[in-house]
């Protein structure tokens, strides 16, 4: 599909995205791609000391109540995530295996460190993944959009849906 006419960022607001790793490399190579995450299959946080899978239904899991697990848990998920893309077609791994981030208090879960109180104005969970299930991928060099779904066989998607 042609992608001359459209970036990363207006298909990430239109497409109303949970995620975008932008890149304007136009070189060959992996730097050429830009990767939304449109829909989620669920997202790994941090929150309160608790480690809790959310989904896009509103439901939720907690995990784990030990906040040293965090990492544990998101190499589990991390791993168990497939690599769906067609080497011949898209030679760059698809980021499955979460997009996020650990905020500066996780540091304390991971290590004996003792961190100075911060003022937490943002009220954000100490860290989040975003596992994506629909992706749209930019091919800035060959000005192309590639579509990508994770699924499980039993849960086959619609293509043209």
């Known amino acids: 599909m042609r992608a001359d006419r459209i970036t990363p960022q207006v298909a990430f607001l239109k497409l109303n995205a949970s995620a975008l790793l932008e890149s304007a490399v136009l070189d060959i190579g992996k730097s ?29 899991q907690v995990e784990s109540r030990d906040a040293g697990d965090y990492l544990k848990i998101l190499k589990r998920l991390s791993s168990e995530a497939r690599d769906v893309a067609d080497r011949k077609l898209f030679p ?11 905020g500066y208090e996780t540091a304390a879960y991971m290590e004996d460190a003792v961190l100075a109180p911060q003022q937490d104005d943002l009220q954000l969970p100490d860290g989040i993944f975003i596992f994506g299930e629909d ?13 990508c779904t994770i699924y499980e066989e039993k849960n086959k998607p619609d293509a043209q849906k």
Not at 41 to 59: A, D
Request: a negative charge; charged letters at 25%; zero cysteines.
């Open 135 to 147: 992706f749209v991928i930019f091919d800035h060099y060959k000005d192309e959009l590639i579509l």
């Open 92 to 102: 760059h791994p698809l980021p499955a295996g979460g997009i996020g981030f650990l």
């Open 32 to 60: 050429r791609y830009s990767f939304l995450v449109v829909t989620e299959r669920f997202r790994l946080s941090l929150e309160h000391e608790e480690v809790i899978l959310r989904y896009p239904s509103g439901g939720y």
